[in-house]
């Protein structure tokens, strides 16, 4: 059998029109926009002027801890009574006892916002236990 090559040539506009509505969907598309609520408080922390208060939650634990956010923006992270396996973690050294069970947690790169700090801390808490 022998192929001939006629070329090549421009799909009919009603083709390139019924495969246009079959790929794209017959309406045009709509953005949609994240909800703009910020991370503490979709975890439910709740905010008294410049303090926060809630739990840093984790599929292993939560821990109770509240946050003092400073005029210029910086903010100090608080944690409630550190399970063993954050004590066993290579960041013990990065909390600083502040009386009462509290520790205060100092962190090399500061958080650029509150919710930031609590999801650094989280990630923190995570890997003490699956270590």
Not at 13 to 38: C, D, K
Not at 47 to 58: L, M, P, V
Not at 113 to 124: C, H, P
Request: glycine share 8%; net charge positive.
């Amino acid at each position: 059998m022998r192929v001939k090559n006629l070329g090549s040539r421009p799909a009919p506009a009603s083709l390139l029109q019924l495969f246009g509505n079959v790929m794209r969907g017959q309406r045009p598309s709509t953005t949609v926009e994240r909800r703009q609520i910020p991370y503490w408080q979709e975890l439910g922390w709740r905010r008294n002027g410049n303090i926060y208060e809630g739990a840093y939650q984790t599929p292993y634990a939560a821990f109770q801890g509240w946050i003092e956010q400073e005029l210029s923006g910086r903010a100090s992270f608080y944690l409630y009574q550190p399970s063993d396996e954050i004590r066993r973690h290579s960041h013990w050294t990065c909390f600083q006892h502040r009386g009462n069970d509290w520790y205060l947690i100092h962190m090399a790169k500061e958080p650029r916002d509150v919710g930031s700090g609590i999801i650094t801390i989280e990630r923190l808490i995570t890997e003490a236990y699956q270590q």
